[in-house]
């Protein structure tokens, strides 16, 4: 059996070499910028504290992926590989918002707050839209609410399946390579051809990482932590969703039997209960 190949979908590695190659991550940032229309000049390029402190005991910690001051703005990017998307979407806007605040010192003033932006790297399939952009917006002349706070959705799957089936393969990777090297498997990387030498040093990287065994038992490692925190989660929806039927059906019994000792008739306690008359006759005895 061959090993797993782990890819930049791994946190591991999208950590070890992006932060390895702090000129690399810079790059990346400009042309994802750029590919989404921010066409912004990077004047200064600072590495934040991916690690937000928290000033009470009971706040969850949070570790984001990648948060970087580059002067006009701080830019925050999420891998989103978990399977509930609901999840993703509340956890990642809370550490934007926990990002900006760890960002606002006393002296600062609030009418020149930096603009925040937030991309979300996510494997939605590829009938989910490439691209999104979110602001807050009034709810009626749909000017802004507030100037600080972007929201970028990036679907790579998509990108991928579009990549695929591209007419000019060729074109399409070189305008989406920085996406598109996210969600690349061995095969695709070994083959990949990049007139961009940082790109190239990112595939690089990933061969490196794999053929550490070090690394290779953190990605395992990391991994089952990860399937157990799924399971985790799972376990905890399914026994909330009991809960919750238990507390229904509990409310039920306790309905029957107030009409029945107010006379109600059994079939009218059907009809408003859903229970059947042979369970209305054992809630009676």
């Excluded at 061959?2 to 070499?17: C, E, I, P």
Aim: overall charge neutral.
């Amino acid at each position: 059996m061959s090993k797993k190949f782990y890819t930049l979908r791994n946190d591991a590695v999208f950590r070890n070499v992006f932060y390895k190659h702090p000129e690399i991550m810079e790059i990346w940032i400009k042309k994802i910028l750029r590919l989404v229309g921010e066409d912004i000049e990077i004047k200064e390029f600072k590495i934040k504290n991916c690690e937000l402190t928290k000033d009470r005991l009971y706040i969850k910690n949070k570790t984001i992926y990648m948060l970087v001051d580059i002067g006009s703005m701080i830019i925050n990017c999420e891998l989103n590989n978990n399977n509930f998307p609901e999840f993703i979407k509340n956890r990642n806007f809370i550490y934007l918002i926990s990002a900006l605040t760890h960002n606002i010192h006393i002296k600062d003033n609030y009418g020149n707050i930096k603009l925040h932006i937030q991309f979300n790297f996510n494997f939605e399939g590829k009938d989910k839209q490439g691209i999104s952009v979110y602001e807050y917006l009034e709810k009626y002349n749909h000017k802004k609410y507030i100037e600080f706070l972007k929201i970028y959705t990036i679907n790579v799957d998509k990108h991928i399946d579009e990549w695929y089936n591209s007419s000019n393969k060729e074109e399409y990777f070189k305008k989406y390579q920085d996406i598109l090297i996210l969600g690349m498997n061995k095969e695709e990387l070994k083959n990949m051809e990049s007139e961009d030498e940082y790109m190239t040093l990112i595939k690089d990287e990933i061969f490196k990482l794999n053929e550490s065994s070090d690394f290779y038992q953190l990605f395992t490692d990391e991994e089952d932590y990860q399937r157990t925190l799924n399971s985790a989660i799972i376990a905890a929806k399914e026994a909330e969703e009991k809960g919750e039927k238990r507390g229904e059906q509990r409310g039920i019994i306790k309905t029957t039997i107030n009409m029945l000792n107010d006379g109600v008739d059994k079939n009218k306690i059907s009809k408003y209960t859903g229970l059947s008359i042979k369970e209305i006759e054992k809630v009676a005895l």
